[in-house]
């Protein structure tokens, strides 16, 4: 028996990164484990650890018919929203097709989720909805991080709208805000920079901790927001950046 022992969580993008580091844990806390991505592939990978408790399949977050499809599988009580992506730039540098993708992937996605998974929660009378932001949100800004920033805090104000309007029905719905995390993304990010090494350490500098985080350390918070040792937060950013917006 672990710290979820009996419930049910749906992960998406769980190929990579911190998705696939808090399907594993939350697998080894016991819970029964969908981990899903629409990279097969990484999700294939994944399986291969063999964790037991955990099933892996394709999910669209962008594509409703496909989050509802997932959801009726998984009849989650967990639902982790760790599904985004990081543009580059400044306002300046924003096309309307970046906008309207990021706000797409980063924030509509959870709408679909939550509307899709909400009813199944209610009637069960539990439910933890986790979602991922950012400490690059309504928290602080990160330079070069303009309709990121945006979308993650846009996932702030949803969390606590849905958190206020179901808090009496067993519902508990909150915010991951990560600082800079080690992921594959982030390499990719790196390297797009055109000086990878001299990204990496303007990265890990602006972390007072001198480094920068682990996926597992950003997987340890989600475990607990989906266990019942949270059952008294709601509606809250948890913050976990190694000290930068300190
Ligand atoms: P990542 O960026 O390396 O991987 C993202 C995953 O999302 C990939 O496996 C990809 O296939 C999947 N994905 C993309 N589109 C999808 C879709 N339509 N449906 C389902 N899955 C899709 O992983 P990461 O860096 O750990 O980031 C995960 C989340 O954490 C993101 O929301 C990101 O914004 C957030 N975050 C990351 C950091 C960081 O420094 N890494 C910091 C703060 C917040």
């Keep these: 028996a672990g710290r979820l022992a ?56 962008r594509d409703d018919a496909s989050v509802r499809e997932g959801v009726n599988k998984a009849r989650p009580d967990i639902l982790f929203n760790c599904a985004g992506f990081v543009h580059n730039g400044t306002i300046l540098d924003c096309t309307d097709e970046e906008w309207d993708f990021a706000f797409d992937l980063n924030v509509r996605s959870m709408f679909r989720t939550i509307r899709a998974a909400l009813p199944g929660m209610l009637e069960r009378g539990q439910g933890s909805i986790i979602n991922m932001s950012s400490v690059a949100s309504s928290v602080i800004a990160a330079p070069g991080r303009f309709v990121y920033g945006t979308t993650k805090a846009a996932v702030v104000g949803l969390t606590k709208s849905v958190a206020k309007d179901f808090v009496t029905k067993g519902i508990r719905c909150n915010a991951i805000a990560p600082g800079t995390v080690d992921s594959p993304s982030l390499h990719d990010r790196l390297r797009a920079t055109g ?16 480094r920068i985080g682990k ?30 917006a300190a």
Excluded: C
């Design 215 to 244: 996926a597992e350390e950003i997987a340890a918070l989600a475990v607990y927001l989906g266990s019942d040792e949270s059952a008294f937060t709601t509606g809250q950013v948890h913050v976990v950046d190694g000290g930068w």
């Design 195 to 210: 000086d990878y090494e001299g990204a990496m350490k303007a990265f890990v500098a602006r972390q007072p901790m001198g």
């Design 6 to 61: 009996g419930k049910r969580a749906l992960v998406t993008a769980a190929g990579q990164g911190i998705g696939r580091a808090a399907a594993l844990a939350m697998a080894r806390e016991g819970a029964t484990v969908f981990a899903t991505d629409v990279n097969e592939a990484a999700l294939a990978d994944l399986v291969k650890a063999g964790q037991p408790g955990l099933e892996a399949w394709r999910l669209d977050v």
